[in-house]
Every structure is written in structure tokens, then in C-alpha cells.
Nanobody, 119 residues
Framework: QVQLVESGGGLVQAGGSLRLSCADS????????MGWFRQAPGNEREFVVG????????YYADSVKGRFTISRDGGKNSVYLQMNSLKPEDTAVYYC????????????WGQGTQVTVSS
């Protein structure tokens, strides 16, 4: 069963950087597409970035293009999100996701990690 564990959230000033990590700690057979969603207070959860199972395709929301970069360990269900030039509007709980249609309807979810960007 896939068990996603996120790390790396925190508080950062606008213009700063953070790196989020997510790893599958379960006994999983197979490699999945993975990605990140986020949810700000009062908002619905939204897609941020995604990467195919073998890393050859990446997907980005328009709001983060050029600032965020997703990568993964080859052959593993581990993914990283490098976030640069952070803005206060990036403040949200970030959720790691895996499997399914990674940009719209993932199957598996992590517990989430808080990212707060101060102005």
C-alpha cells in the first residue's frame, strides 16, 4: 500500500526558496506518476505540479511555471519540489499525490505540509 510522507515545509520570506520532499514508505510494487497539490484557507485543493512515472514528462500550473521545479528519484516513488521566488499567495498546505490521473484525480495522498510565505 502506498504511504506518502512529506517533509520540508516551513516559513520563508517572499522571494525565498523551499524544497519539499515526498517518499513512499509503504510496501509498494510499481512506480507511479507523482505530484503536488495545495490548499489555501477557504480555497479548494488545486494542482501545482506533476511528473510521469519515469520522469520524462512534467506538468505545471501556470501560477508556478518558471518558479517551481519537480523532480524524482529514478525507479522510486520519491519526488521533490524546489520552490523559488516564493510569493505570499503560495502560502498553503502542500499535499503529495501519486497514481491515477496525476493532474486531476490522484489515488493516493500524503498528510500535507504547511508552507507559509511572509510578505
Amino acid at each position: 500500500q502506498v504511504q506518502l510522507v512529506e517533509s520540508g515545509g516551513g516559513l520563508v520570506q517572499a522571494g525565498g526558496s523551499l524544497r519539499l520532499s515526498c517518499a513512499d514508505s509503504g510496501r509498494t510494487f510499481g512506480v507511479y506518476a507523482m505530484g503536488w497539490f495545495r490548499q489555501a484557507p477557504g480555497n479548494e485543493r488545486e494542482f501545482v505540479v506533476g511528473i510521469s512515472w519515469n520522469g520524462d514528462r512534467t506538468y505545471y500550473a501556470d501560477s508556478v511555471k518558471g518558479r517551481f521545479t519537480i523532480s524524482r528519484d529514478g525507479g522510486k516513488n520519491s519526488v521533490y519540489l524546489q520552490m523559488n521566488s516564493l510569493k505570499p499567495e503560495d502560502t498553503a498546505v502542500y499535499y503529495c499525490a501519486a497514481g491515477g490521473a496525476i493532474t486531476t484525480k490522484p489515488i493516493y495522498w500524503g498528510q500535507g505540509t504547511q508552507v507559509t510565505v511572509s510578505s
